[in-house]
T-cell receptor, first 115, second 115 residues
Framework: AQSVTQPDIHITVSEGASLELRCNYS??????LFWYVQSPGQGLQLLLK??????LVQGIKGFEAEFKRSQSSFNLRKPSVHWSDAAEYFC?????????????FGTGTRLTIIP | KAGVTQTPRYLIKTRGQQVTLSCSPI?????VSWYQQTPGQGLQFLFE???????NKGNFPGRFSGRQFSNSRSEMNVSTLELGDSALYLC??????????????FGNGTRLTVT
């Protein structure tokens, strides 16, 4: 069965520090990859996506992610976080499984920013 | 363009009752997906509709049902409510035919509390 793993449940970083959120998946072929962000009391917002092509993709709010096929990873990065980046981040993977189209979300990583 | 609208925002129901949640997708989007979000289980897929047809269904009991209308608006219904149904229910629409390879646009959710 396909799976998406976000190994870090909670991360705390200082404002201005760099950030990397991890996402690993298990699928046979190259899946469709997404990162979403959820602020408290709100729905999810798409940060970026990878379908094909350049493995480093740029998203909104200064985020980027890199697809590494050999590591089955799609980690999210930001060079310098802002207090407004405090939120929960979800990695999602879309793939065909047994002929069925399936989108699977990771369990999320909660990001706390300290001044 | 207006975003995904979910109504109501908050609901309080008693065990055994039934509830109907509504979702209006972004104009032009014909695909609508529903998710249940809880602190313990994360985001769980309920169902997906495209042009009034259910394309995919998650592993939820038959008490959970949904439908999509010709104007792409969608409703989900939960009958015989249980305490464990307390959750944030999120609706998302997409421009593509399937959510697995098309970015999702989420509403702010309906917070259901079952007492």
């Amino acid at each position: 069965a396909q799976s998406v793993t976000q190994p870090d449940i909670h991360i705390t970083v200082s404002e201005g520090a760099s950030l990397e959120l991890r996402c690993n998946y298990s699928y046979g072929a190259t899946p469709y990859l997404f990162w979403y962000v959820q602020s408290p009391g709100q729905g999810l917002q798409l940060l970026l996506k990878y379908f094909s092509g350049d493995t480093l993709v740029q998203g909104i709010k200064g985020f980027e992610a890199e697809f590494k096929r050999s590591q089955s990873s799609f980690n999210l990065r930001k060079p310098s976080v802002h207090w407004s980046d405090a939120a929960e981040y979800f990695c999602a993977v879309g793939a065909l499984q047994g002929g069925n189209e399936k989108l699977t979300f990771g369990t999320g990583t909660r990001l706390t920013i300290i001044p | 363009k207006a975003g995904v609208t979910q109504t109501p925002r908050y609901l309080i129901k008693t065990r055994g009752q039934q509830v109907t949640l509504s979702c209006s997708p972004i104009s032009g989007h014909r695909s609508v997906s529903w998710y249940q979000q809880t602190p313990g289980q994360g985001l769980q897929f309920l169902f997906e509709y495209f042009s009034e047809t259910q394309r995919n269904k998650g592993n939820f009991p038959g008490r959970f049902s949904g439908r999509q209308f010709s104007n792409s608006r969608s409703e989900m219904n939960v009958s015989t409510l249980e305490l464990g149904d307390s959750a944030l229910y999120l609706c998302a629409s997409s421009a593509g035919q399937s959510s697995y390879n098309s970015p999702l646009h989420f509403g702010n959710g309906t917070r259901l509390t079952v007492t």
